[in-house]
């Protein structure tokens, strides 16, 4: 997996992949590129049956300072309509296993929605989140005003997206945007020490819980808890299912292989 704008790791730690985000001097700004090569490693590492949890990852300054301006500046609407990027960003909310994002550092625009694309959020004390795009005359595109509303609620999300400010990490942690904050030094090490916890979980319950809890955001509480309950009845075809209850008996330790 060889890439110019992202760097993969598919085994960062045991069962666990890393994908970093490579474009330092430009803040990793988001440009259709990048966002291709996330899409392409993603599809991969879903297929790859050692990996069980993936780490998305900027460097210490940014995540992603959103999509690249640059690049957009230029274009009109049927630019933009043709060019079709939120399929690559459809792609990416489809990635089957457990994403975490590890934020320091700016996570703007298509950044922050890149961060909120991802299951969870670990940030260390340096991160800034915002959706600035209404300072360049335009809005969020990629989730922005609808993940956004419903993680931090509607007025939060109104402030944050009508006057593009920042919040930073102590903020997004009281919102419930992120899942917690750490010293900059550790936020890569805490998001991959939280990848591992769920990595030794059943990898096919990991998925199938992602897929409800996900489920939750698109549909009422009788379809979301009739899909819940398919899913909780599949897991009983898996052979994980089998080792956790008889090492529960055995009072051992579950050996799961995502099977
Ligand atoms: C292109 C960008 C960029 C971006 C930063 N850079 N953000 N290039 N697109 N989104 C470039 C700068 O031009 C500069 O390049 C270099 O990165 C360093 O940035 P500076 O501005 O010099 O750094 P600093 O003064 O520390 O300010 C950091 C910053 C600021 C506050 C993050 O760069 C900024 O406001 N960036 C834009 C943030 C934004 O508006 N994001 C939303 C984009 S729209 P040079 O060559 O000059 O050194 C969006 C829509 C999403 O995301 C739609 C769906 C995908």
Not at 3 to 24: E, G, H, T
Not at 80 to 90: H, I, N, R
Not at 148 to 170: C, H, S
Request: hydrophobic content about 45%; proline content about 3%; glycine content about 8%.
């Amino acid at each position: 997996m060889d890439f110019q704008y992202i760097k993969v790791d598919p085994q960062a730690k045991k069962n666990i992949a890393l994908i970093r985000l490579n474009r330092p001097k430009e803040l990793n700004a988001l440009n259709l590129q990048l966002m291709g090569e996330i899409r392409d490693a993603l599809h991969t590492l879903d297929e790859d049956d050692r990996v069980r949890v993936i780490v998305i990852a900027g460097n210490e300054r940014a995540f992603a300072a959103g999509a690249d301006i640059k690049e957009m500046a230029g274009k009109d609407a049927i630019d933009m309509l043709k060019a079709d990027q939120f399929s690559t960003w459809d792609q990416i909310r489809k990635t089957r296993k457990p994403l975490i994002a590890a934020v320091s550092g700016f996570a703007l625009g298509g950044g922050c929605e890149l961060a909120m694309t991802c299951d969870m959020i670990v940030a260390s004390e340096t991160a800034r989140f915002g959706q600035p795009e209404i300072k360049i005359g335009v809005m969020p595109g990629a989730g922005g005003t609808q993940r956004l509303a419903r993680a931090v609620g509607k007025v939060r999300a109104m402030e944050m997206v009508l006057t593009g400010k920042f919040i930073t990490a102590e903020e997004a942690l009281q919102y419930g945007l992120i899942n917690r904050i750490v010293p900059v030094e550790l936020y890569l090490r805490e998001a991959l020490r939280l990848a591992a916890e769920i990595a030794e979980m059943a990898p096919l319950a990991a998925q199938l819980a992602k897929e409800s809890i996900r489920a939750a955001f698109n549909t009422g509480l009788d379809e979301g808890l009739r899909f819940e309950r398919k899913n909780f009845y599949l897991l009983f075809a898996s052979k994980d299912q089998k080792e956790g209850m008889q090492a529960f008996v055995e009072k051992r330790k579950a050996q799961f292989r995502g099977e």
